[in-house]
Every structure is written in C-alpha cells, then in structure tokens.
C-alpha cells in the first residue's frame, strides 16, 4: 500500500530535550515536506526536499533541522524544543513534476512543556 | 508570493443541502490549485486540483471546483452534502513548475447537521 508514515504519533516532551520525527514513504517520490498545523493558521511549510542531499527552508523553518540522507526517509529533527514549538506536524511527498498531488501522513502531535 | 484566503472559518449545513466553500488566491500567474480535506484525527486528502482547461473539475466524493481567473477564485461544491462530509477543507495553491511551493490557506471546518 502506497502510503506515508510518520513516527511517533504523540510525543509529550520537556523543553531542550533533543527529538527526531521520522517519516518515510514509499512511493520513490523524490519531493518530501514538512508543515506544522495550528489552529487558525492552516499549515505551514517547515523545510522540504527535493531529492536527496537537497533541502530547503520553507516559511518556518526556525528551530528546526532536516536530512534527506535517503530517497525515503525524511526526519525533522528540534535539536532543542521550546513550547512555541506545540503543534501537529505532517510530513508529505510527491512526485517532481508540475502540480503532483502531496500525499499526507498521518500526522505527529508534539506537546512541549 | 502566493497566498490563500478562505473566508469562512465555519460552515454548518443541514444533511442534504448544497455547499459552496470559498477561496480565493493571489499568485502572479496561472496557477496550480488544489482542495485537501482533513477528517478528524486524519491526515489531508486531496479532493481535486486544477493546472489548466477545462475550468470545472470534478473530485472525489461527489465535489467539484470552478475556476474563475476573473475573480481569483476556486470555490468548491457539491449539491448534496453527507453527514461523512463534516471535516475540515483547505484550499491550497503552487507555484509554477512543480509543488516545492505549496500554501495552504487557513481551512474551512465543515458540521453537517442531521
């Protein structure tokens, strides 16, 4: 089944301690993203990638890290959580090709106190 | 830079009834739109998207989409609404050349009721 998984599901952290969020798809898409949700802002797009080794910041990418070491595998990394930092992160991917759909997963709620 | 509005924060139908959820984008060229639903506790799905033509396109379950350039407008519909309908909808749009670019507008929640 063709499908994006994210790692963990829920995850209540304390602020500075170090986590990775993984995400992997299988579908040999070369562009992977990640966005937070939060309530009355829609989502925002965090950094993505469009093949590996390639990554870029995308509207809020402060206090984030990413790696694209493989085609499938694309962990979003806090190096040091802050509460402004509570959210629902998505990771997507998709096809590099003009306006290919994203494919979601199925989201990581991140509690930081 | 592109953007998305989606005026109406909550929308309440009744089972049966038609819909209309507005958005509206800004963006220098012609460009790539799409319509995500969420359900709860999901990850998004998407509905329908618009490149260029034919400027009614049609989705999955049972919605569809018009495209107007004069108005800066794709608005989704669909003529009879299910209580499965209830969600959240969010109207995106991209930028030319491929989806590295993807904004998403702030989302339409959707009740449904019986």
């Known amino acids: 089944e063709a499908q994006v998984t994210q790692n963990p599901r829920y995850l209540i952290t304390v602020t500075g301690k170090k986590l990775t969020v993984t995400c992997s798809q299988n579908?040999?898409?070369?562009?992977m993203s990640w966005y937070r949700q939060d309530p009355g802002l829609g989502l925002r797009q965090i950094y993505y990638?469009?093949?590996?080794?390639?990554?870029d910041k995308g509207d809020v990418p402060e206090g984030y890290k990413v790696s694209r070491k493989e085609k499938r595998n694309f962990p979003l990394i806090l190096e040091s959580p802050s509460p402004n930092q509570t959210s629902l992160y998505f990771c997507a991917s998709s096809q590099w090709d003009r306006g290919s759909e994203q494919y979601f997963g199925p989201g990581t709620r991140l509690t930081v106190t | 830079a592109q953007s998305v509005t989606q005026p109406d924060i909550h929308i309440t139908v009744s089972e049966g009834a038609s819909l209309e959820l507005r958005c509206n984008y800004s963006y220098g060229a012609t460009p790539y739109l799409f319509w995500y639903v969420q359900s709860p506790g999901q990850g998004l799905q998407l509905l329908l998207k618009?490149?260029?033509?034919?400027?009614l396109v049609q989705g999955i379950k049972g919605f569809e989409a018009e495209f107007k350039r004069s108005q800066s407008s794709f608005n989704l519909r669909k003529p009879s609404v299910h209580w499965s309908d209830a969600a959240e909808y969010f109207c995106a749009v991209g930028a030319q050349g491929g989806s590295e670019k993807l904004v998403f507008g702030k989302g339409t929640k959707l009740t449904v009721n019986p």
């Open positions: 990638s469009m093949n590996v080794e390639v990554t």
């Open positions: 618009y490149f260029s033509g034919d400027t």
């Open positions: 579908m040999n898409h070369e562009y």
